[in-house]
Structure formats: C-alpha cells, structure tokens
C-alpha cells in the first residue's frame, strides 16, 4: 500500500490524504486485491423504497476467495453528499437503504474530499451520514483511509471475517 499511497493525493492546494473518486477506488479495489480477496464494483442490491421494489448499486465489495461471501460493502461520495442522496427517493435508493439490502458483514461509506476536477468539494457531512445511515455503517474519510494503517485496517478485518491468516 505504501507504494500506491507515494502515486495517489498529494495535489497542488490540497492536504496530503485529499483523493478524488477515482483515486479512492483505486486505492479500493488495489487494497482488495492486495489481499487476496475478491473485488467487485457496482454490485447491485435490490431494495424497497415505499411499496415498490428498487434496484441499486454499491461502488464496491470484497468478497472471500472461498466462500464467496459478501464481506465489505463501499460507497463512496463527495464530502458534502447531501441528505436525499443519503436517505433517497421515492424512485431512488439513497446510501441507507441500499447498506440495508445488501448482505456484506461489514459495510463502509467513505467521503473523499476532491471532485474528479481536483477542486474541493464542500463542507464534510460526514455527522448526517452518521445520523442517517446508523450505527451499522461505518463512515470515513478519504484522509483516513489513506493515513499509514487506515486500509489496512480493513483488510486486516476482511482477511479475519474470511477465516484468512494476518498478511506479514
């Protein structure tokens, strides 16, 4: 991870761990990789909004190289992600209902700081992501998982919920 982490961020007027989408999944579905799990992006879920049934997609999961099972859930949004997005429509699955759905024992909203233009997004909402999303959802920032021990923190979580040994 070390290696990734001196090729990603690091952009001119921006803190150090500040990563954009792109960037963050990257990081993602590397670190997945890296540690012998399954990765895969737009999973979808299939939720109700009201009375109706509603298909969505998580960004991303980790997956156990023997059982299959869903282990990490990801979605990711600018840091300013706003409510509706979060709790969603009608027609839509927001965040919440979408972490509701799906299966992964472990699931994570990450807010990264930078649009894909390299400017900052908003204010962090990352306390109504709390609020919104519940104690099952972890939510963290883009910052955090890029610090020394922050996705390796949940790789190491996802190689034990997988029965997998610690990697050195």
Known sequence: ????????GGHEGAAPGQLCVTELGSL?????RAAGLIVRAEIQVVGHTGTREVVGEMDYGWYCPTTRNWLVAWELDGRDVGEAHIAGKA???????????????????VLHSLRNSLKPWGRSQADRCRRLLGSGVRVVSDEELIAPLGIEGYIKEARRLAGMKELP
């Open 28 to 32: 993602i579905l590397r670190a997945g």
């Open 91 to 109: 027609e839509r699955l927001g965040n919440a209902k979408k972490f509701i759905a799906c299966t992964a024992t472990m699931k994570v909203q």
């Open 1 to 8: 991870m070390d290696t990734l982490r001196r090729h990603i």
